[in-house]
């Protein structure tokens, strides 16, 4: 149990995150009289969906006794997202002793945007995207033990992971749901799309707009370089690369099993490729006709839902704004 003053923090760390506003798509010409919905999760403090999540995370893990702030070094992997909002939650809950795994070929933006919370930066290899960070931080918990002569999560003075790669994280999207469900007259969706990256927020995205609506299609996009979520589902098994072939960073890893990353496939009806010219002239209507500067895993699920729209009449359909432009770009512009 936490003291009225630790629970006074939490609620206000989380009064921070969400309530995100859903935007109809209107200026980018949509075919067939569908709609298209985007929950604009870039507008969270760091940036994107997962600061929803660490919040919960810090709190559950807290609650358990396995971190305790200013006591427990905490670590985690990230494309850049995560990280940023791990580190963000960390600096405001007193976990000063931050660590956050990145490869070393991502935007430098996001890097100096999780060095901007505090933390400690340690590169993965170029090119091994999700899967060198994995190794990396499995070999530095296994020295940790060494050192320690503990097991993982039963001292608070060792090394911890807030790990988003956590069944029990999906529940905090059910939130986005109630949101969306609240900003509609009765409406409902009929189609989900989503990029997938660690499965986290498409998984509780996907199973609460189901319990929502069971006739809610969701449709996972992979970049056409890199078919991941189709391998997985179809084929059983992950897709193995030599490096990474696209740049649709926080999404479409390669080279990890399921029982390291937390996407449910039984929530998933399809999954579709999107082609880099496809993503590129998305990107470029939503920038300059919308006037929307998000990232790039934005412009994959919309690409696709304007493909969808070809085929398919007076339909609503969500997608989620997942990230800003600038978080692929060489500076953080908010720096002091």
């Known amino acids: 149990m936490l003291s009225p003053e630790r629970e006074s923090l939490y609620r206000a760390l989380m009064e921070k995150v969400g309530n995100t506003p859903l935007y109809q798509v209107s200026r980018i010409p949509i075919p067939n009289s569908n709609r298209i919905f985007a929950k604009e999760e870039w507008l969270n403090p760091t940036g994107s969906t997962f600061d929803r999540l660490y919040p919960y995370l810090f709190y559950t893990f807290e609650i358990e006794g396995k971190i305790v702030p200013g006591v427990t070094p905490v670590i985690e992997v990230t494309t850049g997202n995560a990280g940023a909002s791990f580190a963000w939650c960390a600096a405001q809950l007193g976990y000063y002793d931050c660590t956050v795994i990145i490869h070393e070929d991502a935007p430098k933006a996001r890097v100096e945007q999780i060095r901007s919370y505090g933390a400690k930066i340690i590169f993965s290899p170029s090119g091994q995207y999700a899967k060198g960070y994995v190794k990396l931080l499995e070999h530095i918990l296994i020295e940790e033990k060494k050192r320690k002569g503990k097991k993982y999560g039963q001292d608070s003075e060792m090394m911890f992971?807030?790990?988003?790669?956590?069944?029990?994280?999906?529940?905090?999207?059910?939130?986005?749901?109630?949101?969306?469900?609240?900003?509609?007259?009765?409406?409902?969706?009929?189609?989900?799309?989503?990029?997938?990256?660690?499965?986290?927020?498409?998984?509780?995205?996907?199973?609460?707009?189901?319990?929502?609506?069971?006739?809610?299609?969701?449709?996972?996009?992979?970049?056409?370089?890199?078919?991941?979520?189709?391998?997985?589902?179809?084929?059983?098994?992950?897709?193995?690369?030599?490096?990474?072939?696209?740049?649709?960073?926080?999404?479409?890893?390669?080279?990890?099993?399921?029982?390291?990353?937390?996407?449910?496939?039984?929530?998933?009806?399809?999954?579709?490729?999107?082609?880099?010219?496809?993503?590129?002239?998305?990107?470029?209507?939503?920038?300059?006709?919308?006037?929307?500067?998000?990232?790039?895993?934005?412009?994959?699920?919309?690409?696709?839902?304007?493909?969808?729209?070809?085929?398919?009449?007076?339909?609503?359909?969500?997608?989620?704004?997942?990230?800003?432009?600038?978080?692929?770009?060489?500076?953080?512009?908010?720096?002091?």
């Open 161 to 336: 992971c807030v790990t988003k790669i956590n069944p029990r994280g999906t529940s905090v999207y059910k939130k986005l749901v109630d949101e969306v469900r609240s900003t509609l007259n009765g409406e409902k969706f009929d189609y989900y799309i989503t990029a997938v990256g660690s499965g986290t927020s498409s998984t509780g995205i996907a199973r609460y707009l189901k319990e929502w609506n069971k006739y809610t299609v969701v449709i996972a996009v992979d970049p056409e370089e890199c078919p991941s979520t189709y391998h997985l589902k179809y084929k059983h098994r992950p897709i193995e690369l030599v490096s990474l072939p696209h740049d649709v960073f926080g999404s479409a890893s390669f080279g990890l099993p399921l029982s390291k990353l937390n996407i449910d496939l039984s929530v998933v009806d399809t999954v579709e490729t999107v082609s880099k010219e496809e993503r590129e002239r998305a990107h470029k209507m939503l920038i300059e006709v919308e006037q929307k500067p998000v990232g790039r895993p934005s412009a994959l699920v919309m690409a696709y839902a304007l493909k969808l729209s070809q085929e398919v009449e007076n339909k609503n359909i969500i997608i989620c704004f997942s990230d800003p432009l600038w978080k692929y770009e060489d500076s953080y512009p908010y720096l002091k």
